[in-house]
Every structure is written in structure tokens, then in C-alpha cells.
């Protein structure tokens, strides 16, 4: 596996971390928390800003217009409510993801990065979505 792999997986540390120990320390819950939230937005707008990079290429303006809306997106469900907010976020991830493959499809040179996004991706949004099931539920 290459340095861009292992980076992108290694940064589900931080969700599964925050996720656990809001779950299993109790003194911790609301802590874990706010760094899952705050963490998948800085996330979701740090993948959002690679967008530049696509228009560095060309001469796309609407890449950098949908890339401050998902950075956008990313800030304002830090004012959301928790469950609000995990949506959201899970929705942009998902939503990101279906742009960036829909502008690299005709590309074989990013299949590999493509394939790696989508489990990302997937990972990220069970993620949300598994703390959206505990977080209503405690």
C-alpha cells in the first residue's frame, strides 16, 4: 500500500476513537462527541479543498464554487444540533464522493484513488450512521 493509502486510512483513527470512547467512557461522552462532529467536518472540507487542485488543471470554475459549498456545509453543521449535524455531514461525505466520481469516471488513472474514496467513504457513513443508532438511543 502506498503513503496516500495508508494516510487516508489511518485518518478513520479519530472517528472510530471518538466513536468508542463515547460509548465507553462515560465520562468522556460528550467530549467524543464533539470531536467525531468537529473531526468529520474538518474532514469533509479538507476533501472538499482537493477540488482546487482539479482546478489548477483546468479551467473549471465550478469545481471551486462546489468545493466552498461543501466546506460551507462542513462549518455550518458544526451549528447544528448532534443528530442533525451527523446527518448532514454523512449526506456531504456521501455527496462529495458521487461528484468526485462523476468528474474522474473516464479517467484510469484514479481507479485506485476512486476505489479507495468508496471504502472510505462507506466507512465514514457507517460510521455516522452507527453513531446517529447509539446517540439516540442512550
Given at each position: ?42 474532514i ?17 470554475n ?42 474522474k ?17 462507506s ?16
Amino acid at each position: 500500500m502506498k503513503t496516500w493509502q495508508w494516510l487516508g486510512y489511518l485518518g478513520l483513527l479519530p472517528f472510530i476513537l471518538s466513536l468508542a470512547a463515547s460509548l465507553f467512557i462515560q465520562d468522556w461522552h460528550d467530549k467524543a462527541v464533539q470531536i467525531f462532529i468537529f473531526y468529520s467536518a474538518i474532514i469533509l472540507s479538507f476533501l472538499a479543498g482537493s477540488l482546487w487542485r482539479v482546478k489548477a488543471a483546468g479551467n473549471n470554475n465550478k469545481h471551486l464554487a462546489v468545493s466552498n459549498l461543501f466546506s460551507l456545509i462542513a462549518f455550518t453543521a458544526l451549528l447544528m444540533p448532534t443528530l442533525i449535524s451527523l446527518m448532514v455531514l454523512a449526506i456531504g461525505f456521501l455527496s462529495l464522493f458521487y461528484y468526485e466520481s462523476f468528474m474522474k469516471r473516464n479517467n484510469d488513472k484514479k481507479a485506485a484513488y476512486l476505489k479507495m474514496r468508496f471504502n472510505l467513504t462507506s466507512l465514514v457513513v457507517l460510521l455516522h450512521a452507527t453513531a446517529l443508532y447509539f446517540w439516540t438511543t442512550l
